[in-house]
T-cell receptor
Framework: DGGITQSPKYLFRKEGQNVTLSCEQN?????MYWYRQDPGQGLRLIYY???????QKGDIAEGYSVSREKKESFPLTVTSAQKNPTAFYLC?????????????FGPGTRLTVL | SQQGEEDPQALSIQEGENATMNCSYK?????LQWYRQNSGRGLVHLIL?????REKHSGRLRVTLDTSKKSSSLLITASRAADTASYFC???????????????FGEGTQLTVNP
């Protein structure tokens, strides 16, 4: 089965702790993205990567970090510097650097800071 | 920054009726996409319309794009209870055709189809 997996589905973190969200895809897609969704809101772009070993900040990158060491993987770290991290996090991928590509989404990780 | 704004925020209809959702945006775009999200799940791509297209169909879906008014509409015909979900428009305003797809999402329309 081809697709995007995110783990875990639910994550609880104590204030002041860093936490890493996993995103893996076996679609052979070059581009990957991380979004944040707050209740009743649309998606906001955190970081994106168009190719291995390269990534760019999105609209709300402060308090987050990413790496792209492998084509299949794009983990997101939510650091203690993120002031309001409780949200639903969605990972997506698209086939490559073309403006006419759809994005494929994972099932999401719901992060709650206690 | 929110590029797309959907209207209405919420829509409740009976099964069999048509549902129309609208999206307005602010800047020039390369394409506009519609996505669907079931509660607590990831998004699913529905349809992409390019800036030089005016209308596109896919099954029970019909999308229109008016670049002069910077607006798009999504029509779902003969709705079913299973169509209940949030629907988002997303615009791609990335300069240049090979610079990659960076989407900006609206806040969505919550559609409820009552059986």
């Amino acid at each position: 089965d081809g697709g995007i997996t995110q783990s875990p589905k639910y994550l609880f973190r104590k204030e002041g702790q860093n936490v890493t969200l996993s995103c893996e895809q076996n679609l052979n897609h070059d581009a990957m993205y991380w979004y944040r969704q707050d209740p009743g809101q649309g998606l906001r772009l955190i970081y994106y990567s168009q190719i291995v070993n390269d990534f760019q900040k999105g609209d709300i990158a402060e308090g987050y970090s990413v790496s792209r060491e492998k084509k299949e993987s794009f983990p997101l770290t939510v650091t203690s510097a993120q002031k309001n991290p409780t949200a639903f996090y969605l990972c997506a991928s698209s086939i490559g650097p073309s403006i006419y590509n759809e994005q494929f989404f994972g099932p999401g990780t719901r992060l709650t800071v206690l | 920054s929110q590029q797309g704004e959907e209207d209405p925020q919420a829509l409740s209809i009976q099964e069999g009726e048509n549902a129309t959702m609208n999206c307005s945006y602010k800047t020039s775009i390369n394409n506009l996409q519609w996505y669907r999200q079931n509660s607590g799940r990831g998004l699913v791509h529905l349809i992409l319309i390019r800036s030089n297209e005016r209308e596109k169909h896919s099954g029970r879906l019909r999308v229109t794009l008016d670049t002069s008014k910077k607006s798009s509409s999504l029509l779902i015909t003969a709705s079913r209870a299973a169509d209940t979900a949030s629907y988002f428009c997303a615009t791609d305003a990335t300069p240049g055709e090979t610079s990659g797809s960076r989407l900006t999402f609206g806040e969505g329309t919550q559609l409820t189809v009552n059986p």
